[in-house]
């Protein structure tokens, strides 16, 4: 089995700055692609960014310019730097990950994992 571990969350004025970090640990071979998701209070999970294992990097357009995210291979993170934070970013983030794992002590099927939610709260 393979675990997302989130980190990083809290409580931060308007215009500061949070670090998410996500660490994913068990049976795995290989990470493909790595997202940062996001629900507010009565909305639905949006997409806010993904990394793919090249480090080519999406964006929602709410975020461009002041997130930015990256991801550590040897260690199986994936961060999200956020800044400039607004009222409208809060909400609970999820890293979710497409992840290969070994299986047989050979490469396996690849699965996707969510992590649990780390909430962020921006006040104005």
């Known amino acids: 089995q393979v675990q997302l571990v989130e980190s990083g969350g809290g409580l931060v004025q308007a215009g500061g700055s949070l670090r998410l970090s996500c660490a994913a640990s068990?049976?795995?071979?290989?990470?493909?692609?790595m997202s940062w998701y996001r629900q507010a209070p009565g909305k639905q999970r949006e997409l806010v960014t993904t990394i793919s294992s090249d480090g080519s990097t999406n964006y929602a357009d709410s975020v461009k310019g002041r997130f930015t995210i990256s991801r550590d291979n040897a260690k199986n993170t994936v961060y999200l730097e956020m800044n400039s934070l607004k009222p409208e970013d809060t909400a609970v983030y999820y890293c979710?990950?497409?992840?290969?794992?070994?299986?047989?002590?050979?490469?396996?099927?690849?699965?996707?994992?969510w992590g649990q939610g780390t909430q962020v709260t921006v006040s104005s």
């Open positions: 979710h990950s497409i992840v290969r794992i070994v299986r047989f002590g050979n490469t396996g099927p690849e699965y996707s994992y």
């Open positions: 068990g049976n795995i071979f290989s990470i493909n692609l």
